[in-house]
């Protein structure tokens, strides 16, 4: 199969696979990095036509970007680049907190570049806003690396409907990269609309609910096998009755995949992918086997009666437990 492009924005259009490959887990937070499993499962993505990479310089951290660097060298030209900033942390892992002061923008930027071995970044995020700093000031820095030539397009991540506006009356927003999937829906309030309005493309992050849609986590919490951050309380979906709630309903969409001939975590792929040519949804992995399952949802088509069907297997409201247990970085 030949995977499809989207174009993310209308006023600064950024042509990319339709389906992306989230980097952060390689280096940190979903158990053990692996450098050289990351390198070879960015090899493979490239070769399927998965050339929309996103990292930041917070994974690892810096470490990530280090890694996508080193997978891209020599095939730079495939490759739609995302990276973001404001996410301040140390070398030893300690979180700073949210930056988004012009003059971090910058210095950020150039260790970016530095770190990715490339001259341009194709799409740099505002990874949080920062909330102590206008966004205008922001966005005027960022949009001073496009003229400078070190940035091609500007996104947003989390920003409110408000912020959006904002933002894109400084600069035109290509893409805001949020969480969005069968599970958290809170986007459909307020957000899609405005974005839509704007001409802004979408990139759901967890696409598939930090894997819980994917029909392989139990509630044993060793089963995993090694040290996974989503068993912290910081992700209430993966805690007792929560979890137990949750697994119910993907196994309803389990059977609904098993009649469709497809994974579950196909199945809500297929979902992210349905809901506008305006959305490249960029699930993560850090292994060759998961990448080619992702892949394999951009063939599953689905009718209005399977996108009802999983409406009603999965009704928006039925999700228990917050997506973060602190969700004051989130700006609303």
């Known amino acids: 199969m030949t995977l499809e492009t989207r174009t993310l924005g209308t006023a600064s259009p950024l042509t990319v696979s339709a389906l992306g490959l989230g980097c952060m887990g390689m280096s940190e937070f979903y158990g053990t990095p692996d450098e050289a499993g990351g390198i070879a499962t960015i090899h493979r993505a490239l070769d399927l036509g998965v050339t929309f990479l996103d990292t930041a310089d917070m994974y690892g951290p810096f470490t990530n970007e280090q890694l996508v660097g080193k997978a891209i060298a020599g095939r730079r030209d495939e490759v739609q680049l995302a990276t973001k900033f404001g996410n301040e942390r140390l070398p030893d892992g300690t979180r700073v907190g949210i930056n988004g002061r012009p003059e971090y923008v910058r210095a950020a930027c150039d260790a970016s570049l530095q770190r990715l071995g490339v001259d341009v970044i194709d799409l740099y995020y505002q990874h949080r806003v920062d909330k102590s700093v206008p966004i205008e000031e922001t966005v005027g820095a960022m949009a001073e690396l496009v003229q400078a030539g070190k940035v091609r397009h500007l996104g947003l991540s989390e920003?409110?409907?408000?912020?959006?506006?904002?933002?894109?009356?400084?600069?035109?927003?290509?893409?805001?990269?949020?969480?969005?999937?069968?599970?958290?829906?809170?986007?459909?309030?307020?957000?899609?609309?405005?974005?839509?309005?704007?001409?802004?493309?979408?990139?759901?992050?967890?696409?598939?609910?930090?894997?819980?849609?994917?029909?392989?986590?139990?509630?044993?919490?060793?089963?995993d096998g090694e040290a996974d951050f989503r068993r912290s309380d910081y992700f209430p979906r993966f805690q007792g009755d929560a979890l137990s709630a949750n697994l119910r309903l993907v196994d309803a969409i389990g059977k609904l995949a098993s009649e469709k001939g497809c994974t579950p975590g196909q199945l809500a792929l297929a979902w992210v992918l349905a809901q506008g040519s305006d959305v490249a949804p960029i699930p993560g992995t850090k292994r060759v086997k998961y990448l080619e399952e992702n892949v394999g949802a951009a063939a599953v088509v689905l009718t209005a009666e399977d996108l009802a069907a999983l409406e009603a297997a999965v009704p928006r409201d039925a999700v228990q437990g917050a997506r973060y247990g602190d969700m004051s970085h989130i700006d609303e």
């Open 159 to 223: 920003a409110s409907a408000a912020n959006i506006r904002k933002a894109h009356a400084v600069h035109p927003i290509t893409a805001l990269q949020s969480e969005y999937s069968l599970f958290t829906r809170d986007l459909e309030d307020e957000i899609l609309t405005v974005i839509r309005e704007l001409g802004i493309g979408l990139v759901p992050y967890s696409p598939l609910g930090r894997g819980l849609l994917t029909g392989t986590i139990t509630t044993d919490a060793g089963a």
